[in-house]
């Protein structure tokens, strides 16, 4: 199943994306911690965004 995101949703999805890295950069998590919430963002955009806003590092 692939989900194809556009339009203003895919503008939407990017500043989301945006918006999550800048925070997960500034938190005081460990590097390993970061660099698996920015992958799996990555990989899996909107089920990754998903994720970490319920389990990602809090500040």
């Known amino acids: ?20 890295f800048v925070r997960i950069v ?7 911690s970061k660099v698996f919430w920015i992958v799996l963002i990555l990989l899996l955009p909107v089920l990754g965004f ?3 806003l319920l389990f990602g590092p809090k500040h």
């Open 26 to 32: 500034q938190s005081r998590a460990g590097t390993g």
């Open 1 to 20: 199943m692939l989900i194809e995101v556009g339009g203003f949703f895919g503008l939407l999805l990017l500043i989301l994306i945006v918006w999550a």
């Open 50 to 52: 998903i994720l970490w």
